[in-house]
């Protein structure tokens, strides 16, 4: 059989090392990449993708929780890794895993510099996450003198990086915004410059930001769904290359009559006699209930065939009246032609939703 005989996310390292070289070319030679592995490397394979990213050559990993780092540890990934996003909770394991936290507010702040200290850690690598117009999470401004009477009193971390993250990168309509985010960016730092003595690291721009905003690279980017294969707009796509497809294949096929219905609370009704197949993959692997009812199209024989009725747990019906296919055939749910962004975007949704909800279930297969 030519197909992998069930439901599989396919993962092609190849266009992963694609996309990174072709991200490396939008940014100078000397500064560093970060690549963001978070949410199971964007719903991929976390390890396989740092193991890659680590060949390559990238000079940092992020992910947003302790626990995400902590099982890249534990498959040998030596390269440094930001934790995006820790809680107290977990200082101690982070540091028992050289694990290096963004830290956004003073509270979170000063508890790392009293694990660390308890630990007898010194100079331990952290960096701080200021905010500058998103509101998500980050200090201000105003928190400068007392990050630096902290910093100057405490040799258990040292202040690797100072980061951002922009608001709207992808929306040229926003530039007004961002760039008074990267002013803010500016202004931050060179106070923080002033007081401390010294310019620690420092980085601001996602995927969309590296494609729009080069100019402030400083000295590194971080680059999630652009490594994934996406530039969050047409021209960036066509020079990216999607690294994860999901593909299944027909179980069942039904031929039904005029009136006769399919699936859950009969929500499909055929006009006509109409051909169906049923496949092995629901809304438990990360086919979401809003893909149902003629939303989502997949891929047969590169032919599309509408979702009909509603997405079940652990299958889905197609219609497949004017497609010639077997049970047995290949089906790309998203691809390298159908791609996730369009598969997403018919559900009013982004890339990102859809490619981090494909859950574990989901047999992971890799193209070297
Ligand atoms: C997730 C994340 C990124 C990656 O953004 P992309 O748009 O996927 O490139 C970068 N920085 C921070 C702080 C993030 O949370």
Redesign the pocket.
């Known amino acids: 059989m030519s197909n992998a005989g069930e439901t599989v996310l396919e993962i092609d390292l190849k266009a992963l090392e694609h996309n990174y070289q072709y991200l490396k070319t939008k940014i100078k030679s000397n500064t560093k990449f970060l690549g ?1 592995v ?1 949410a199971f490397a ?1 719903g991929s394979d976390s390890v396989a993708i740092a193991k890659k990213l680590e060949a390559l050559g990238a000079d940092y990993l ?1 992910v ?1 929780y302790t626990s995400e780092g902590v099982a890249l540890r534990e498959a040998g990934i030596k390269m440094p890794i930001l934790v ?2 820790p809680q107290q909770i977990s200082f101690a394991t982070m540091i028992e895993k050289s694990l290096e936290p ?1 830290l956004y507010s003073l509270a979170i702040f000063t508890a790392f510099i009293e694990t660390a200290n308890k630990l007898g850690e010194s100079e331990y690598p952290i960096h701080l ?1 200021f905010n500058t117009g998103l509101n998500r999470i980050g200090f201000e401004k105003k928190d400068i003198d007392l990050i630096v009477d902290h910093l100057k009193q405490n040799n258990a971390i040292a202040l690797r990086s100072i ?1 951002s ?1 922009l608001a709207a ?2 929306d040229l309509e926003e530039k007004a915004f961002t760039l008074r985010q990267i002013h803010r960016f500016e202004e931050i730092s060179k106070d923080l410059e002033t007081k401390l003595g010294y310019m620690p690291l420092r980085h601001l721009l ?4 590296i494609i729009n905003y080069a100019n402030a690279q400083y000295d590194m980017v ?5 490594i994934y294969g996406f530039g ?1 707009e047409a021209s960036e796509d066509k020079k990216l290359r999607p690294v994860a497809s999901l593909k299944t294949i027909i179980s069942q096929i039904h031929t039904i009559e005029a009136k006769d219905t399919v699936g859950y609370n009969r929500a499909f009704t055929a006009e006509k006699t109409t051909v169906t197949a049923t496949l092995p993959l629901g809304h438990a692997d990360g086919l979401g209930r809003q893909y149902g009812n003629k939303v989502g199209q997949v891929l047969i024989h590169g032919k599309l065939a509408p979702i009909i009725g509603n997405v079940c747990m652990d299958m889905v019906m197609i219609d497949i009246t004017d497609i010639p296919c077997k049970e047995g055939d290949e089906v790309i749910v998203f691809g390298k032609e159908n791609t996730a962004d369009w598969l997403a975007t018919s559900a009013n949704t982004i890339s ?1 939703e859809l490619l981090t909800g494909i859950s574990q279930r989901v047999k992971r297969i890799y193209i070297e």
């Open positions: 963001v978070k964007y992020a947003a995006l996003h963004s996450k980061f993250h990168s992808e996602n995927t969309s930001g971080r680059s999630g769904i652009g969050n990102y």
